[in-house]
Structures are given as structure tokens and as C-alpha cells.
């Protein structure tokens, strides 16, 4: 049974800083691209960041130079630096596994205050 649960989520002031983690558990982790996305109210969820399982990371442009993300093969557990953080960075960001398979974790809030 495939389970990611997110962690690290909370209230803070534009311009702070949040860690969030993603522990997975039931998948080979170290094969799995590992990724974030969020999605405010009302909108769609959008791809925020993807750490792959060859190493590299990739960042959406609303993200870049703010955000970093990274993972610990030995834990499990994927994470997302967010610094310099912004009022419409306000959203549930989600942990997504994917191999053959893609895997949702069920999100952690992030809410922002201006």
C-alpha cells in the first residue's frame, strides 16, 4: 500500500520561510521522480517542482530561485525549502510519486499572510 503523507505546512508572513517533507512509504523511492504541486482555491492544481530519480530538479517559473527542492533516498522523504514566500503562494501543496505509476499524497496548507 503506496502512502505519501506531506508535513511542515502552516500559517506564515510574506516573506518567510516554510519546510514542507513528504515521507513515502510502499514504493522503491530512490527510481521515483518526486515532485510538488499546489492548488489554490478555485484554480487548478499546477506542478510546482520535481526532484527526478537521476538527481536533476526542475522548477516552475513562479518558484524559481525561491523554492528548493530536494530528497533523502535513505528517508524516504522529499522535501521543499520555500523561501521569500508570497501572499499567492497560498495553496494545498501535494506530494506526487511517480514511476509507472503516479501516487498522491493528501496535502498540507500553506497559507500566506500579506
Known amino acids: 500500500q503506496v502512502k505519501l503523507v506531506e508535513s511542515g505546512g502552516g500559517l506564515v508572513q510574506a516573506g518567510g520561510s516554510l519546510r514542507l517533507a513528504c515521507a513515502a512509504s510502499g514504493i522503491i523511492f530512490s527510481i521515483n521522480n518526486m515532485s510538488w504541486y499546489r492548488q489554490a482555491p478555485g484554480t487548478q492544481r499546477e506542478w510546482v517542482a520535481t526532484?527526478?530519480?537521476?538527481?536533476?530538479?526542475n522548477y516552475a517559473d513562479s518558484v524559481k530561485g525561491r523554492f528548493t527542492i530536494s530528497r533523502d533516498n535513505t528517508k524516504n522523504t522529499v522535501y521543499l525549502q520555500m523561501n521569500s514566500l508570497k501572499p499567492e503562494d497560498t495553496a494545498v501543496y501535494y506530494c506526487h510519486a511517480f514511476f509507472r505509476y503516479g501516487y498522491w499524497g493528501q496535502g498540507t496548507q500553506v497559507t500566506v499572510s500579506s
Open positions: 526532484s527526478t530519480s537521476g538527481g536533476s530538479t
